[in-house]
RNA sequence: UGCCGGAUGGUGUAACGGUAGCACAGCAGACUCUGAAUCUGUUUGUCUAGGUUCAAAUCCUAGUCCGGCAACCA
């Protein structure tokens, strides 16, 4: 499936003036930064981007491209014990994916290391930061408490030539890890915790994946990030609610140092899906313990699961247009990312027919061997799509659920005696039910058919398979991963004791013969049951496998 | 019990002193060669209490409830 790009008016069409285009469009009335909108997505490259970092993607890219500006990939590597290149990859198929690309402005934090740490030293020289040698514990203690303030290191007023001498020592690799730290020095009474002489710098004795061995002290993340963005002239930093304790400091950095620019970061809250999960840590849980079969499972909210799936990423984009921008810890139900997933593939997915537990039917007024071509609509919500042959022959499939020996009321479908239209192909009445006589399980249905010219009243319409011409292919179907709502809620219970067991289920289907030669990743409305779409990974050539992407509502 | 943020139907959001609107979900109906799609109708809402005002979801005061913050993580 071909991957269109975002088109401007794709979000303004339908933009609501959320709170951060409020604050640009005040920025750019009062002639702030000249009107640039500069903005940037800092993954941590430690783990999968999942459908909450897609809000923030399509918020910063989409932002920049609204007004004209342009959003930078920056990755926030400062801490190598966590992190891994195997992530950068993948994350960045992952953006490319959802249909947005960065152009020239791919960086890294630690491409500013000797940068950062010209800063450091500066910071010192100003009298505004200190290397502490306090121990972990005793920093701990020292730091205090959010309703009791901090103590002073004894370090805080060494002398700035000591401090400086010290922080070279730091990083020619003199101390071991955790001896000494560098730390800002703000206000240890601070309401704030995080302005309790946070530390800057620490020693960490790690392999990094970009500067190898080259550093053995590290930059925090309020250190690095604030100045990352200065660099690259960011005008506005967007992150998530749990950073707004952070703004001071972030502030306070730009303030005491000699950058080029002041960003602005501007927090909002994150997303929050019903029935799953979305933290790195619990999606990281479920690989391991193997409750999925890996980060790309159809059934995780990760976008490589989404992409597997078949999730268009034109669907999502529209779900994060959707579900808005605020500052309020909210809850958005997976119904409507559903129904943008829906919206997306109704107007683009092509009919097919699929039997997916199927049940014989002989005409029993068909001749043997002949068949009837029938002309079937490819798509009719795109005329453009045009049609295909299908062949009508004496025995055919239909699903099991299609039939009943006795119907309950407001039952449309076939019954004994009763009658249904095949989509396309006439009418069939079921004459007599041909049963397995030892276990009573239904084993083919005999019925008389008559021709689509024939003039019949039925309520219902069913799809159906030629038993000879249909092909055998395997099915996926999904259900919810967790059978609650929140599987966080319960406190007492790990979430993992919410796992749906029936999120999986694999079948084999009858189906035309054409979806033998689906590609991975093409998409299919089978008709009367759902979305699918030809698995990338487990499908081979002439032998796809297919996902379920969503049934079709009930 | 400290600081920061927040509160509009079941859910997500809009309205920025002037008719509480939209989408999802639900329900009912129309249409239909997909019980889909489409179309129509419809149930349900401004946290509480005061105040300002001709007029308050919106401004003010007090309260209630919810979220975040005490990694040398991001």
């Not at 829906?342 to 061997?369: C, G, Q, S, W, Y």
């Amino acid at each position: 499936m071909k991957n269109e790009q975002p088109s401007a008016n794709e979000s303004e069409a339908t933009a609501p003036r959320h709170f951060i285009r409020q604050a640009i469009d005040r920025d750019r009335a009062a002639g702030k930064n000249e009107g640039r909108v500069i903005t940037r997505f800092p993954p941590e490259p430690n783990g999968y981007l999942h459908i909450g970092h897609a809000k923030s993607i399509c918020l910063n890219f989409g932002l920049a491209q609204e007004y004209g500006g342009r959003c930078h990939l920056r990755y926030d590597d400062t801490n190598p014990a966590a992190e891994d290149v195997e992530y950068v990859d993948a994350i960045e198929a992952d953006v490319r994916w959802l249909g947005f690309d960065w152009g020239e402005h791919h960086y890294f934090a630690s491409n500013y290391f000797e940068q950062l740490y010209t800063y450091a030293e500066e910071l010192i020289e100003n009298g505004k930061a200190y290397v502490c040698t306090l121990s972990p514990e005793v920093f701990k203690d020292y730091r205090g408490v959010p309703t009791r303030p901090g103590k002073e290191s004894p370090s805080r007023n060494r002398p700035v030539a000591e401090s400086l001498d010290l922080l070279r020592r730091m990083r020619s690799g003199e101390f071991a890890d955790g001896e000494y730290v560098l730390r800002a020095k703000i206000d240890m009474a601070s309401p704030n915790l995080h302005m309790r002489d946070p530390v800057l710098y620490r020693i960490k004795r790690f392999h990094h994946h970009r500067t190898g061995d080259q550093w053995c002290i590290y930059p925090m993340y309020d250190f690095a990030h604030c100045i990352s963005d200065a660099i690259e002239g960011i005008t506005h930093s967007i992150c998530t609610l749990e950073f707004e304790v952070h703004r001071p400091l972030y502030d306070w950095i730009l303030d005491n140092i000699s950058v080029p620019c002041h960003p602005q970061q501007i927090e909002f809250a994150r997303l929050n899906l019903s029935y799953t999960v979305m933290s790195k840590r619990r999606l990281l849980q479920l690989v391991q313990e193997g409750r999925v079969e890996g980060w790309d499972d159809p059934r995780m909210p990760t976008l490589c699961g989404m992409r597997r799936r078949g999730y268009p990423p034109a669907a999502i984009r529209q779900f994060c247009e959707t579900i808005g921008v605020t500052k309020f810890d909210s809850t958005t139900e997976v119904e409507l990312l559903e129904h943008c997933v829906r919206t997306d593939l109704n107007k683009h997915a092509l009919r097919r027919m699929a039997v997916l537990d199927p049940i014989k039917v002989v005409i029993t007024n068909f001749p043997d061997e002949s068949e009837r071509m029938v002309n079937a609509i490819n798509n009719p919500e795109d005329e453009q799509a045009g049609t295909r042959p299908m062949a009508f022959t004496q025995e055919i499939y239909i699903e099991r659920a299609d039939f009943a020996e006795e119907p309950p009321p407001k039952y449309f479908r076939l019954a004994p005696g009763k009658s249904v239209r095949l989509r396309y192909a006439g009418f069939i009445t079921c004459e007599s039910v041909e049963k397995d006589e030892a276990t009573g399980e239904i084993r083919a249905l005999h019925c008389r058919w008559d021709p689509p010219e024939t003039k019949v009243k039925v309520k219902a319409t069913i799809h159906w398979v030629s038993a000879t011409q249909s092909q055998q292919a395997e099915v996926r179907l999904y259900q919810r991963l967790f059978t609650v709502a929140d599987p966080m809620e319960d406190k007492e219970r790990e979430f993992t004791d919410f796992l749906n067991p029936d999120s999986l289920r694999v079948v084999e289907a009858r189906v035309e013969p054409t979806l033998l030669e689906a590609a991975p990743g093409d998409a299919f409305q089978f008709e009367r049951t759902g979305y699918f779409c030809a698995d990338h990974k487990l499908s081979q050539p002439g032998q796809p496998v297919f996902n379920q992407v969503v049934a079709l509502k009930a």
